[in-house]
């Protein structure tokens, strides 16, 4: 399956681990949008909770991160965009339809080896 990886700042670490969370509808609680309430405008597209905080007049929006299952500390693989290059916080995007067809047939303890 394509796939996006950790970008050169938030790479994802190579190793064998075992899934050990499922979660269909998870949102991430580090990363998000920050969003102008009136204009619905969005105003910060990559906010990180630990660095970023809404204003006065805004909204933090966690990131969706649909069929997630965690693999190795906060990383997991889920449903994702793929822009053609390593693009994410470190987790590994996936297309819908391999998303899915994963969760649906791996369980907790499934072994994930990244290379």
């Known amino acids: 399956s394509p796939i996006s990886t950790g970008s050169s700042t938030?790479?994802?670490p190579a190793g064998s681990f075992k899934v050990t969370q499922k979660?269909?509808?998870h949102k991430s609680s580090l990363y998000g949008v920050i969003r102008d309430k009136a204009t619905g405008q969005i105003v910060n597209k990559d906010a990180d909770t630990r660095k970023h905080r809404a204003g006065p007049g805004q909204v933090?929006?966690?990131a969706p991160m649909p069929y997630f299952m965690?693999?190795?500390?906060?990383?997991g693989m889920h449903v994702g965009h793929l822009p053609g290059y390593a693009a994410s916080h470190g987790c590994v995007r996936l297309p819908k339809e391999m998303a899915?067809?994963?969760?649906?047939?791996a369980s907790i303890g499934t072994p994930v080896v990244v290379q």
Do not use: L, Q, Y
């Open 10 to 12: 938030h790479t994802t």
């Open 23 to 25: 979660s269909p509808d």
């Open 100 to 105: 899915v067809k994963f969760f649906e047939n």
């Open 60 to 62: 933090f929006e966690n």
């Open 70 to 75: 965690r693999f190795n500390g906060a990383i």
